[in-house]
């Protein structure tokens, strides 16, 4: 049971119909998409109503704040708590409806749409057998939830709010930090972590409650351009060159095993993110990502010997393969600071709740933060199927994290 009942779910079923969206397409831009500040100015003005000092939303809708230490823990270092505002544009985030459904077993069904049921199977998804009478947070179908990472968001504010209400309860000073576009890779880049003040950190963007991850991925984007030559069909034989064929041969090169649908754990893979073709010119756009540093530098070989390969048999330069580093594995900064993975299974076994500690398969702010100065390991939200509209989220799970973390910022009031 939770140690106190907060009042995490109200704030999260607000924060999820605040559509923050970022987007790929203006990644040069921070945020990518003005939409953020929407969810950022609400948080701000909540953090100031709460007692929260140096509140603020920069012009990058980076919002932060200070939360006091509890009396006598003054002089210990302050510990952040980080979580993101955006969600993913690869399912619509406009328009979340949310609703709790309680599950009984069976297909979970979250919505209909166009006559037809939105449902997970617990053939696809095995815990959800673990979940029988549980109170789900669900989508209508149509969205996705964004869980990923209001959950985090949400967690985060109901601990602060608890605090606020009982200033007693121990903890050292904290620094939150919401961050915009971490789901396109950008997310902690302007974070000024002098400024933040914090020689420790957690980011709260996990998935099922108890996951606590210390290594990510080593990720890039890799966009792969094919020059076609275009005329004629019927004049075609031996002039024309079909860029959408030199993308499908290029294509059908890379391992089909190390694809997303096919990996698992440590494993890594390339993932075709999206295409767009004529005869003239075709462009593809992978990510890439690998556990090991090792493995991960022979999978950006692996593209470019393609690109060789291929020219090489043409008589002329017509693939090109460009790299653009994303993160690397945090496991390379965050393994010299064992104390963090230790402090949060202990907040994780103090709120009755089993960690399990596992790599990501993803990225992660975390990631950016730890090589820039400020070691950072992931713990969960209690999220599942997030980047979907199939996405759901435990009540208990909600409580319960907020549990956890008023335990882990207690742990960090005994250093």
Known sequence: MPIEHSDVLERFLRYVQIDTTSSE??????????????????????????????????ENAYVTARVAASKGCEHLPALGLIAHLDTTEVAPGAGVKPHIVTYTGGDLVCGEVDGHKIAMTPAKLPALNSLVGEDLVCTDGTTLLGADDKAGVAEIMALVARIAQNPELPH????????????????????????FGCLYAYTVDGGPIGELEWECFNACEATVRFDGYSIHPGDAKDRMVNATNLFTRFHSMLPE?????????YEGFYHIEGV???????????????????????????LHRIADFMN???????????????????????????????????????????????PIRGGTDGAQLSFRGLPCPNLSTGAYCCHGVNEFI??????????????????????
């Open 25 to 58: 397409e203006h990644c040069d831009q921070v945020p990518s998409s003005k939409k953020q500040f929407d969810l950022a100015n609400v948080l701000s003005k909540e953090l100031e109503s709460l007692g929260a000092a140096n509140v603020r939303v920069s």
């Open 312 to 358: 090489a048999d043409l008589g002329e330069d017509r693939v090109h393969v460009e790299i653009e580093q994303q993160y690397r594995n945090m496991a390379e900064v965050v393994a010299d600071y064992p104390q963090l993975i230790d402090a949060a299974k202990q907040a994780f076994e103090a709120a009755g709740v089993e960690a399990d500690v596992i």
């Open 257 to 265: 095993v190390e694809r997303p649908e096919h990996t698992a754990g």
């Open 276 to 302: 767009s073709s004529t005869v003239d010119h075709a462009t593809a756009r992978y990510i890439v990502r690998d556990h090991s540093a090792g493995k991960f530098a022979q999978k950006i070989d692996r």
């Open 394 to 415: 435990p009540v208990s799970s909600l409580e319960r994290m907020v549990d956890v973390l008023e335990q882990l910022v207690a742990l960090f009031a005994r250093s």
């Open 172 to 195: 050292p000073a904290l620094g939150i930090c919401f961050c915009p576009d971490e789901e396109i890779g950008h997310g902690a880049e302007l974070l000024d972590i002098e400024d």
